[in-house]
């Protein structure tokens, strides 16, 4: 299974932004996926998650109201739409995908299998 994360840039405060995880694998639809994200000289933090199909999706509360993930098992991909983005939200985003969770372990890195390579996106103010 791969992963690959694309959408980062340069944004204002305010702006919006959306980034996509293009995942490769014959079985999309056996994985659930989780944005994460890392700035520098802090660890990697949950930010969303959606379930295989979507019937389980949670955010942070940083970002709660603001980003909305989905998923398209057609297309094996998952987005991160991102608005009223704030100076805070500056760092490297991760995608990862996973097969099992229990209970809200997703939240957590080493619940994943596989991670993308990052996506760099910067807020400023």
């Known amino acids: 299974v791969q992963l690959q994360a694309s959408g980062g840039g340069l944004v204002q405060a305010g702006e919006s932004l959306t980034l996509s995880c293009a995942v490769s694998t014959r079985r999309f639809s056996d994985y659930a996926v989780g944005w994460f994200r890392q700035a520098p000289g802090k660890e990697r933090e949950f930010v969303s998650y959606v379930s295989w199909t979507a019937s389980l999706i949670d955010y942070s509360d940083s970002v709660k109201g603001r980003f909305t993930i989905s998923r398209d098992n057609a297309k094996n991909t998952v987005s991160l739409q991102m608005s009223n983005l704030k100076p805070e939200d500056t760092a490297v985003y991760y995608c990862?995908?996973?097969?099992?969770?229990?209970?809200?372990?997703?939240?957590?890195?080493?619940?994943?299998?596989?991670w993308g390579q990052g996506t760099l996106v910067t807020v400023s103010s």
């Open positions: 990862a995908a996973g097969k099992y969770f229990t209970g809200t372990y997703y939240k957590i890195t080493g619940g994943y299998d596989f």
